[in-house]
């Protein structure tokens, strides 16, 4: 009987092998759909395109909006009928970081939707609510935003058009989000048909804070110093220029902002000063591809680290083909880059924190309607952009500005403060103006905020940006620290 | 508040999903787990709570899809269904009591899985698909007798060839066009698609041709003769039909020669052809970037696949509770995208134990096919086997994305009335094959049966300690078998 059964097992070999491969395949099958469902569900089902939601809203009240300190920034109010309203007290001063959810669904409403139609209650109490014919309860979302430094970037932003970010560097939480021009959420169904009349700009619904797109100005100057760092790691403290005022490119002439002539200047003082014709300089010389590898390492032409909200895709076109002007324009921050406030905030806090870029986020946390946690959001680091030494030059740099350069207004505080002011020239339709940028960080040796501003046509830096900055910081100080 | 009949079913629906989850894991895990049983008596004591645990799934799905439509057709079906699935377990069972129990309760498992989900779906397609059912059951208690007696079925290679070609050439010329793919023929109002039926006659057919002499003339034709299915195939844009017959015939063929490297090349000039088809054909390229990103032409080619991702993203671990959910956003959800609705409305969990238990079905095919002496019968198993095995990965991965959508069935579990006959028959096939060996075996006493596997893990029913060395002394049959001990 041996060889029989010998034979009998080599006959069987091709069939084993063949089982061991089908047996594979329905095994990977298997570990898909469990990826699927650890990996990709929520992306899937935070999808714009996803209707699923549609289905869930007609049996759940949707959940609350909350600040960590309970503060309420949206709730649903159900009248006796079961028609349901959504209500927003603080009015406009939220309505685009929190956004709407009639006439379509934008900001935290939009992006976390099927969190607030999901319910996480106890089985027993979501049975006690469908017994009862009641409607079940959605999650609430704890979100990290502080009702008073909202009011306090709200109010100092004043009339300018723009937007005002408020964030942690060390943690990437992010504490205000402004834009202006604003709306007031609870009318949306009225205003909706004149807010998105073209007549009327219709921009009233972008979040400039995320999705409006600015010439940097001077404070790309940040990045254009770090290229040149990272040129001349060993000597760039030898760095000089001889500022006349102007510099001849081939086809146009660089002009300090309004004139001014900064005469003989290290890297250090042509930063704190903002002199444009220094940088322009050091654009000619930079090497392309360096300055836009760094650039694309700091995340232009990238998405950022961000999903909760909608944002704008920042742009840096500076190539091998590029004439000498394009390179020198680029370095001050003209040109033909494009950024967010969002992401100006970013590359700010990657300076204040050490080099390393927090992944920005709104969300603190996700309670069920009887208040158990459901998820609570920990600091994400995104990555080390910049090294220790690299950070610690830049900020020394943005201390110079705010003791001694453009952004001077904020030096007679009781707490220190690095910075970058901007005057962003831009044209458009044939109207020229300035937009009016800061971008800095307080309590230099251990940054507690950072404070990204831009004021459409709020000329300099340092007329508009830098007091807006000021007050934002005061109220920290005062109110929130 | 009165609770209402709409609000007791939602309830249900949301306690039930678990009751339905927990019964279908263990139904699952005893597929795997009843052959460590060493007695036939406690292997059938597990068989039966197989089938608790389906009649259980079943009444539950239809009780809740009875409160929530408050119809009282859908009562009429449910019994009616019962009276089937109890018909086919008794007539299965005891009028073949040698054939494997495990395969029966698994056809008559994804049957009533398939019967609640297209019911849920559409109530007039249930019908239909129960109608083809009891019509493939009536065959699956005739095939094995015809598969034993008829033993003139391994002569007839030139007649399948010739069927099963004719068959597929008539629906490239007549059918009409069904999804952008030729698919079905129309009958005096009788629609039925003959690739479901062909791929049956193809595994005849491959078999007839590989199971004789293997010389290389023999080769080169039987490759010639389902080259020329798959072209057929290809050209009436059933991709996925011509993807089942391709691997099904490479798995015939490595297993009929051994030979690796026939395989190997044979593997090369399928990416060859499907690169091929990817430069040749607009609906291919089509598949391959809605595969790649569908969300990018979402209201366009890209909309039934999201709408699957969605469906699956949607139900998570636990499902939706059934009815709960929007299955029927997908296009075409009940033919192509079952699964994704049976992830959408009985979870993740529930999807993952459906493909153990096909896994477990293509297990027992091969297992079966492991046993046969006859090399056209082996052949047949095998090639059995593998198209149902090639299906199910097809239909269940491009539900997922996983990989591009070839829009084949999930046999016995999407609508669909000729695959579910065709599947029937192929499952009673199997066994017929099996029952027959098995007579065989008792006809020799002396026959040692644990030669004929290396399988160890899996053995197959009725026998007891398996690949152990006491081969000979066989489980005393007890009075639980007295069909099996009176046919000695």
């Not at chain 1, 048909?193 to 972008?206: C, F, P, R, T, W």
């Not at chain 2, 709409?6 to 894991?25: D, E, G, P, R």
């Not at chain 2, 009940?334 to 238990?357: N, T, W």
Request: hydrophobic letters at 40%; aromatic letters at 12%; charged letters at 15%.
């Amino acid at each position: 009987m041996e060889p029989e059964q010998e034979k009998g097992k080599r006959r069987n070999t091709e069939m084993i092998v063949i089982s061991y491969v089908f047996i594979a395949l329905f095994l990977s099958l298997a570990a898909y759909l469990i990826w699927f469902n650890i990996a990709r569900r929520t992306g899937i089902n935070k999808n714009v395109n996803n209707t699923k939601q549609e289905a869930v809203s007609s049996n759940v009240i949707r959940g609350s909006i909350l600040t960590e300190n309970g503060e309420q920034l949206a709730y649903s109010e159900v009248d006796y009928t079961g028609n349901e309203t959504r209500i927003y007290p603080y009015g406009s001063l939220f309505a685009h970081v929190v956004g709407y959810a009639s006439n379509g669904r934008s900001g935290l409403e939009a992006s976390e939707n099927s969190t607030l139609q999901k319910s996480s209650s106890s089985l027993l109490k979501q049975l006690k609510d469908t017994a009862k014919s009641e409607k079940r309860r959605g999650d609430n979302l704890i979100v990290s935003l502080n009702a008073t430094l909202q009011q306090a970037a709200w109010n100092a932003l004043g009339s300018y058009n723009g937007a005002v970010i408020v964030m942690e560097p060390d943690s990437g939480k992010i504490l205000a989000m402004v834009s202006k021009p604003d709306f007031d959420p609870n009318s949306i169904p009225e205003l909706w048909d004149s807010m998105v009349d073209e007549k009327n700009g219709g921009s009233a619904l972008l979040n400039r804070a995320t999705q409006g797109l600015y010439p940097p100005g001077s404070t790309f100057k940040i990045l254009t110093t770090l290229a040149y760092l990272r040129e001349h790691p060993e000597d760039y403290q030898n760095f000089s220029y001889n500022c006349t005022g102007y510099l001849q490119g081939d086809e146009i002439t660089i002009q300090c902002y309004n004139g001014e002539v900064h005469g003989q200047e290290n890297l250090e003082q042509a930063f704190a000063y903002s002199c444009n014709t220094a940088f322009a300089s050091i654009g000619t010389g930079l090497d392309v591809s360096d300055f836009r590898k760094t650039a694309e390492q700091f995340l232009f032409n990238h998405s950022l680290p961000v999903d909760e909200i909608p944002y704008s895709q920042s742009e840096f076109s500076l190539n091998r083909d590029s004439t000498a002007d394009e390179k020198m324009t680029t370095a001050f921050g003209q040109g033909d880059t494009l950024v967010t406030p969002l992401h100006m905030a970013l590359i700010t806090s990657t300076v204040a924190n050490g080099g390393i870029m927090m992944k920005p986020y709104l969300v603190s946390a996700v309670q069920s309607f009887d208040g158990e946690t459901v998820s609570t959001a920990k600091p994400e680091i995104y990555d080390q952009l910049m090294t220790v030494d690299e950070s610690q030059t830049l900020t020394k740099y943005m201390q110079d500005v705010v003791t001694e350069g453009t952004g001077a207004g904020l030096s007679y505080e009781n707490f220190s403060v690095a910075g970058k002011t901007g005057s962003a020239e831009y044209e458009s339709n044939g109207t020229t103006g300035t937009h009016s940028w800061f971008t800095g960080f307080s309590n230099v040796d251990d940054p507690d905020i950072v404070v990204t501003v831009l004021a459409e046509d709020g000329g300099t830096g340092s007329s508009t940006a830098v007091p807006i900055a000021q007050q934002i910081f005061e109220a920290y100080y005062t109110y929130v620290k | 508040m009165p609770v209402s009949l709409t609000n007791l079913s939602t309830i249900l629906a949301q306690v039930s999903k678990y009751l339905i989850i927990i019964l279908m894991v263990i139904y699952t895990v005893q597929c795997y787990t009843v052959f460590r049983y060493r007695t036939k008596q406690s292997q059938s004591y597990v068989f039966t709570r197989q089938n608790v645990s389906m009649f259980i799934i079943h009444f539950v799905a239809y009780l809740i899809m009875f409160l929530d439509q408050q119809n009282i057709q859908i009562a009429v079906f449910y019994v009616i269904q019962l009276a089937y699935l109890l018909l086919a377990l008794l007539l299965l069972t005891h009028l073949y009591p040698k054939s494997s129990r495990l395969l029966v309760n698994n056809m008559l498992m994804l049957i009533a899985i398939g019967l609640i989900m297209i019911t849920r779906l559409t109530y007039a397609s249930a019908v239909r698909q129960f109608e083809m059912e009891a019509v493939g059951t009536v065959l699956a208690l005739i095939i094995p007798v015809i598969v034993r007696k008829a033993m003139g079925l391994t002569k007839l290679t030139w007649f399948y060839v010739f069927v099963g070609l004719g068959l597929l050439a008539l629906v490239l010329v007549a059918a009409r066009s069904t999804y952008g793919a030729k698919l079905s023929l129309s009958i005096h109002g009788f629609t039925f698609q003959p690739s479901e039926f062909v791929k049956i006659i193809f595994v005849f057919a491959v078999a007839g041709l590989l199971s004789g002499k293997k010389d290389r003339k023999r080769i080169i034709i039987a490759t010639a003769l389902a080259a020329a299915h798959v072209l057929i195939l290809v050209a009436s844009t059933d991709l996925g039909s011509a993807l089942i017959f391709f691997i099904t015939y490479l798995v015939m063929l490595f297993a009929a020669t051994r030979n690796p490297f026939l395989v190997l090349s044979g593997v090369v000039a399928g990416i060859l052809a499907a690169v091929l088809a990817y430069f040749m054909f607009a609906h291919v390229r089509v598949r391959v970037q809605v595969w790649l990103d569908p969300f990018s032409d979402y209201a366009g080619t890209g909309y039934q696949v999201s709408q699957s991702l969605f469906s699956i993203a949607a139900g998570g671990w636990f499902g939706t509770g059934l009815g709960q959910g929007s299955p029927t956003a997908i296009p075409v959800v009940q033919q192509d995208f079952m699964f994704s609705a049976i992830c959408e409305e009985l979870g993740g969990i529930f999807a993952i134990c459906l493909i153990l238990v096909c896994l477990s079905c293509f297990i027992m095919f091969i297992n079966i096919a492991m046993k046969l002496e006859n090399r056209f019968y082996r052949l047949v198993a095998l090639g059995l086997g593998s198209t149902y095995a090639v299906q199910c990965f097809l239909t269940v991965g491009g539900d997922m994305k996983m990989i591009p959508m070839t829009g084949v069935t999930l046999p016995l579990v999407s609508y669909g009335g000729s695959s579910a006959l065709a599947t029937i028959v192929t499952f009673s096939i199997v066994q017929g094959l099996y029952t027959m060996r098995r007579d065989e075996e008792d006809k020799d006493e002396e026959e040692k049966y644990g030669q004929y596997g290396s399988y160890g893990q899996y053995p197959d029913d009725g026998y007891g300690s398996y690949g152990q060395k006491k081969q000979n002394s066989r489980v005393d049959p007890g009075p639980g078998n007295q069909s099996e001990f009176g046919r000695k």
